[in-house]
């Protein structure tokens, strides 16, 4: 079965391909940038938490963020692979200053 894929622009007008998988899914033990998200209407998506980790894996499990998420109607994770821990943040900031996640209270 093929993963689907996401463009989540950011501010700055650049372009991330981002990986659609269910909440409860566990992901690689890689460095990288992820979005909770809901589909808010057939193939559109709205952000409602944006982050990034040197361990998806281990980051989401338990993620402090996860309840806040969910009561907010997050049903997915939109997970990037980034091994380089200043892309990661760069990637982080652009994202959350376009789309502004109600669960981000940091960074907006």
């Not at 269910?22 to 809901?38: H, Q, R, V, W």
């Not at 380089?84 to 900031?93: T, V």
Request: hydrophobic fraction near 30%; proline fraction near 5%; charged fraction near 25%.
């Amino acid at each position: 079965m093929n993963t689907p894929i996401i463009e989540w622009p950011g501010v700055s007008g650049k372009k991330y391909k981002y990986w659609i998988y269910p909440i409860d899914t566990s992901l690689k033990e890689e460095g990288g940038n992820y979005i909770f998200a809901l589909e808010s209407s057939p193939g559109h998506w709205s952000s409602v938490y944006i982050g990034q980790t040197n361990n998806l894996n281990e980051r989401l499990e338990n993620h402090e963020k996860e309840n806040c998420a969910r009561s907010n109607g997050a049903t997915h994770i939109h997970a990037h692979l980034n091994s380089l821990k200043q892309n990661r943040l760069n990637e982080e900031l652009d994202l959350i200053k376009k789309w502004k996640p109600v669960c981000n209270e940091q960074l907006i």
